[in-house]
């Protein structure tokens, strides 16, 4: 039985639970170890800005450590993507890993104008299939190229954007953005 995802317990915490998130969608509930979502929150939430988010820095640090993790039967492969490499093509490294049973921590433009990490699951011709962790009261404003998702299921993708916008270099929200800024980290078992 895989644990339901999880929403966000407060404003920048959006990397660490979609890290535990991806993990929880590789990995049945009773099997991935405390010590596991422990070191998650340890080594994120190291930016002292106003944001109190997670830096790439932390988010290659806990790559690392993910990587050398091996604990009953839990192996996990994380790679940290950044700039050109984070891209959605058809045939290109991220799509291919997911049609393999991966996960991916993408950060896209928010709302506000800061980073944001969502759960990327899956890709269609059309479309990006993601949890968001971030609860919003209201919706976001409404848009033909996001969809929340109603009703939302636990385990299931919440949100769906147009890969057509996802892509976009700009700096909108719920684009991938500049590729400066752009980065990812792929999950697999």
Known sequence: MRGPFRYQ????????????????????FPRLPSLVIQRVYQ???????????????????????????RKGGIRVKAEFLEGKDVSLRP???????LGHGG????????????????LLLRLDAKW??????????RAVRA?????????????????????????????RPFALGPLKTRCAILLSR
């Open 9 to 28: 317990a407060a404003g920048g915490d959006c990397f660490p639970t979609t890290m535990v998130n991806a993990l929880a969608a590789l990995y049945p």
């Open 43 to 69: 080594y994120a939430l190291d930016d002292v800005s106003l944001s109190c988010g997670t830096t790439d820095d932390a988010g290659r640090f806990l790559c690392g450590w993910l990587n050398a993790f």
């Open 91 to 97: 045939r290109g490294h991220v799509a291919r890993h």
């Open 103 to 118: 996960v991916a921590s993408v950060d896209v433009q928010s709302p506000g104008g800061a980073r944001h990490s969502l």
């Open 128 to 137: 990006a299939w993601f949890w968001d962790p971030r609860y919003r009261v």
């Open 143 to 171: 848009a033909p190229h996001v969809e929340v998702l109603h009703p939302a299921k636990p385990e299931e993708p919440n949100r769906r954007i147009l890969r057509t916008w996802l892509e976009g270099a700009r700096s």
